[in-house]
């Protein structure tokens, strides 16, 4: 069965340290991945997307995820966070007939 | 604001009563997905459009819920005697098929359901 795991439900960090979100998904078909992020109050909103090419991707604000075939995973990074990167952040995959399967999702929260 | 919305965004109705939900996409995108949303979890796949016809339903969609999109643009979802289990956030997203590389799903604000 097709499913996206992330491995941590809540993050805090301090403002200025470094991020990782761990993404991996368990998938046959040739993949899709989606990093999505909802700030408080807000719809969710694309951070950045993975379809071929140059495994390393990188989206808005800073972000970056970097897609590893041999170890099914999809990490998104970034170097300095900010106390505006508080919001909830999933990991999806976009399956053949195009709906994407959703991580549970990582809470991050960061303190100013 | 030319982006996906939805209608109403709060809902508050009690077990057993009808809702329906609607979904305005983006006007050139021909997809039009649902998916629900519960607290804690990631969003989950209900049901797409492509143009009018559904072409998918997941196991998720019991025979309380149906869907439609008459005429290929806006979309609406009922549920039928709705149950405390059904309280979510309801989202629409919408894209443009055939998919290739730039293609993405653009979601909606969401309806938020609670069923007493």
């Known amino acids: 069965a097709q499913s996206v795991s992330q491995h941590n439900h809540h993050v805090i960090l301090s403002e200025a340290a470094s991020l990782e979100l761990g993404c991996n998904y368990s998938y046959g078909g040739t993949v899709n991945l989606f990093w999505y992020v909802q700030y408080p109050g807000q719809h969710l909103q694309l951070l950045l997307k993975?379809?071929?090419?140059?495994?390393l991707v990188k989206g808005i604000k800073g972000f970056e995820a970097e897609f590893i075939k041999s170890k099914f995973s999809f990490n998104l990074r970034k170097p300095s966070v900010q106390w505006s990167d508080t919001a909830e952040y999933f990991c999806a995959v976009k399956n053949q007939g195009g709906k994407l399967i959703f991580g549970q999702g990582t809470e991050l929260s960061v303190k100013p | 604001d030319t982006g996906v919305s939805q209608d109403p965004r709060h809902k508050i109705t009690k077990r057993g009563q009808n809702v329906t939900f609607r979904c305005d996409p983006i006007s050139e995108h021909n997809r039009l997905y649902w998916y629900r949303q519960t607290l804690g979890q990631g969003p989950e796949f209900l049901t797409y459009f492509q143009n009018e016809a559904q072409l998918e339903k997941s196991r998720l969609l019991s025979d309380r819920f149906s869907a439609e999109r008459p005429k290929g643009s806006f979309s609406t979802l009922e549920i039928q005697r709705t149950e405390q289990g059904d309280s979510a956030m309801y989202l629409c997203?919408?894209?443009?098929?055939?998919?290739?590389?730039?293609?993405?799903?653009?979601f909606g604000p969401g309806t938020r359901l609670t069923v007493l």
């Open positions: 993975y379809f071929s090419g140059d495994p």
């Open positions: 997203a919408s894209s443009f098929f055939p998919q290739g590389i730039g293609n993405e799903q653009f």
